[in-house]
T-cell receptor
Framework: DVKVTQSSRYLVKRTGEKVFLECVQDMDHENMFWYRQDPGLGLRLIYFSYDVKMKEKGDIPEGYSVSREKKERFSLILESASTNQTSMYLC????????????FGSGTRLTVV | GNSVTQMEGPVTLSEEAFLTINCTYTATGYPSLFWYVQYPGEGLQLLLKATKADDKGSNKGFEATYRKETTSFHLEKGSVQVSDSAVYFCALYNAGNMLTFGGGTRLMVKP
């Protein structure tokens, strides 16, 4: 079964810490995405990547960065975590082309205290 | 640009009731359309899809028909179960490798 794996289901970090959220897919997909999901706000795109070492800003990139050194891994970095980054973070991947949609990971619920 | 509008929830139904969740879209060209489901504490899972007009996607008793004339992709199920309680997202996929999501509709099914 194809998979997108996020390294942690639950994470608690302190304000000001540097936080790494890891996402690995085993489907050889070119495209990878990071979303955050908050009540009443739906899914908001943070960053995406179409290929190794490529990244594009989504709708809400402020306070985040990403890294894609290998095709299967897409990392989301919170440079200095703040309480307003407490959220559910979802990673997804897809092949090119519009008929496939995305495969999502199970999500990481991050709490910043 | 592309956009997806879903009915606001929550939708509360009794077990075995008929379900409709409305979804309409705005897009140029010929997008593919999707329904995703998110169970509590989980990520999103693909429920069904349709890639061209008049296609019907179906899975687990859920159905949706791609209606280009009304730009709609309404989700239906004839008899819901408690286990169907979840958040449902309608989405479209157009040029640019990007999915555009609706805001999600929470379904609560009571025994």
């Amino acid at each position: 079964d194809v998979k997108v794996t996020q390294s942690s289901r639950y994470l608690v970090k302190r304000t000001g810490e540097k936080v790494f959220l890891e996402c690995v897919q085993d489907m050889d997909h070119e495209n990878m995405f990071w979303y955050r999901q908050d009540p009443g706000l739906g899914l908001r795109l943070i960053y995406f990547s179409y290929d190794v070492k490529m990244k594009e800003k989504g709708d809400i990139p402020e306070g985040y960065s990403v890294s894609r050194e290998k095709k299967e891994r897409f990392s989301l970095i919170l440079e200095s975590a703040s309480t307003n980054q407490t959220s559910m973070y979802l990673c997804a991947s897809s092949p090119p082309g519009q008929v496939y949609g995305y495969t999502f990971g199970s999500g990481t619920r991050l709490t910043v205290v | 640009g592309n956009s997806v509008t879903q009915m606001e929830g929550p939708v509360t139904l009794s077990e075995e009731a008929f379900l409709t969740i409305n979804c309409t879209y705005t897009a140029t060209g010929y997008p593919s359309l999707f329904w995703y489901v998110q169970y509590p504490g989980e990520g999103l899972q693909l429920l069904l899809k349709a890639t061209k007009a008049d296609d019907k996607g179906s899975n687990k008793g859920f159905e949706a028909t791609y209606r280009k004339e009304t730009t709609s992709f309404h989700l239906e199920k004839g008899s819901v179960q408690v286990s169907d309680s979840a958040v449902y997202f309608c989405a479209l996929y157009n040029a640019g490798n990007m999915l555009t999501f609706g805001g999600g509709t929470r379904l609560m099914v009571k025994p």
